[in-house]
């Protein structure tokens, strides 16, 4: 069983605030992404932004009810719009991935990224530090992720809170995580 994300943009009109979009269907499960911005399934090392703050004081009524608090949801957080849009998206990670990136080539012979793990059986080499390395015919590459790399996740999201900030003023994301 993996862990999912699930939560409301809120948008805050005369001190109250108001449930505006359910992400359900807006955002898919990705540990990278979840790592960047709150700090969940962090095996990319990434410093999370807004890393299990809880649920906000003044919480939607809307998305209070729709928000599960038992023992199967965790890391409740929340992370304004202006605080997403002052992200440097630029940024590296603290540490290494902890998970190898795998690649296979093109028919053109350029590299192609497959997938990302861990290997079942560990090279005879070190992976403390970044580097690329062939084993059993397959390219390998342990490295640091960007910020960047994760924002096509996010991006929809974001434009959708910028349209709703655009009419509405203060906007945030309030999430839980689901294992």
């Known amino acids: ?9 809120e948008y805050e009109l ?3 605030w108001y449930g505006a979009i359910n992400i359900i269907c807006v955002v ?8 960047c911005l709150f700090g969940v399934k962090n095996y990319a090392g990434f410093k999370a932004i807004a890393p299990n703050r ?3 004081d003044d919480i939607s009524e809307e998305v209070l009810r729709d928000t ?4 199967l949801t965790h890391d409740h957080s ?9 992200i440097d998206w630029e940024e590296y990670a603290e540490n290494l991935d902890q998970r190898i990136s795998q ?4 028919e053109s012979g350029e590299r192609v990224w497959h997938s990302k793990g861990r290997l079942l059986k560990p090279p005879p080499i070190d992976l403390s530090s970044a580097g690329q390395f062939e084993y059993g015919g397959i390219l390998y590459e342990v490295r640091t992720m960007q910020r960047k790399e994760v924002l096509q996740y996010w991006q929809p999201l974001i434009d959708m809170m910028r349209i709703v900030a655009k ?7 309030v999430v839980y995580f689901d294992s």
């Open 28 to 35: 898919d499960q990705y540990y990278d992404a979840f790592a």
């Open 103 to 106: 690649y296979h080539k093109d």
């Open 78 to 86: 929340w992370i304004s719009l202006d605080e997403i849009e002052a």
């Open 1 to 9: 069983m993996g862990t999912y994300i699930g939560g409301w943009v």
């Open 68 to 71: 599960p608090t038992n023992d």
């Open 14 to 16: 005369e001190g109250d």
């Open 54 to 56: 809880g649920l906000p």
């Open 167 to 173: 009419k509405r003023g203060n906007v945030r994301l």
